[in-house]
């Protein structure tokens, strides 16, 4: 605990001298007797230092949760900090959403008053927004084309320098699957959970076969062969998560990005997330979705505030304005195999029974 060593003036402890004479309009700058200052490009100015600003603190957040995930043992009290953590970069990720509706009171034309000021300066130089993509794991490599030329294209050397350092060293991603390898319980002495879940799965599988069949008076054919067909396809679904060899193809087709391993044991926490020895990893990996799910969400409304601001105008940067921003909403999804899990889950009521040995540890009792 830090004591107080003199007094502390409230602007100088928060530099507002600095912070707020930092915004210049361009429009002011460059005004004259028929075009004065825009009076919208204050707004324009406040709410993207206000992004840079929580942007900053994400990174000051995910830099924390790193330092721990590099360990090699992760002890449960540091998992609670690590979900404290992941929980306020959500809350942030709400406050930077929210902040579409304040900009979206700027109107089109006001917009456009002062557009051409900012020609080529644009999002994609945000560094601090491209270093939280890196951070979670999104990496130039992972990107659609366009965004692969414009990711790096617009920086200065020395940003480019800096993105292309934090690409060469392990994500949150290579770390969370490096985490998830190290759990235990699924393969334990006189205990292996994916063979009884196997089982399950094939029981189930056979299930809706019959269940097809035997309603199959009240089908026509080729909707019973649409059936049968989705059923086999299911099969080879979850066949890929136990064939190591089928695991890595879609790894190498970009279909998955964790490790077979690394997702069985996702899945396993998954499962038996009532397990108290499972619960904080179970909120690791749906808070990552959930900070997942809301930089979709922030990317689209990004999308929307283009078209409802250019049209289909080209953007700022020389992209394709909204079409591109839509399209980086739907790609550029980093933790896509946490939400897939889903795929594989079962009801509670067929899940395998864990051996009374394993149960003792998964609730603590060691």
Known sequence: MHKNKGSVYYGDYLQLGKLLDSQLPLSRKYADKHNGECHDEMLFIVVHQVYELWFKQIIHDFDSILSIFRKDFVPESELSTIVQKLNRVHRIQSLLI???????????????????LLIPASGFQSVQFREIEIKMGLNTSDRMNVDREFFMGRLNEADKKKLIDLENAPSLLKHLEQWLERIPFTQMKDFNFWEEYKTTIDSILKEDEETILKNSAALSQIQKNIQLENLSLTRSTFNSLFDLDAHNELIESKQRKLSQKAILNALFIMLYRDEPMLALPFQVLTTLMDIDENF??????????????????????GSSGHAYLKRAADNNRVYIDLFNLSTFLIPRSRLPSIPEDIRKKLNFNV
């Not at 929210?98 to 051409?116: G, I, K, S």
């Not at 922030?298 to 250019?310: E, G, P, V």
Request: aromatic share 12%; proline share 2%; no cysteine.
């Open 98 to 116: 929210a902040q579409f509706d304040v900009l979206e009171t700027m109107t089109p034309m006001d917009f456009l008053e002062f557009r051409d």
């Open 296 to 317: 979709t969400t922030w990317r689209y409304r990004h999308a929307l505030l283009a078209q409802r601001m250019l049209g289909t105008k080209i953007g700022t940067g």
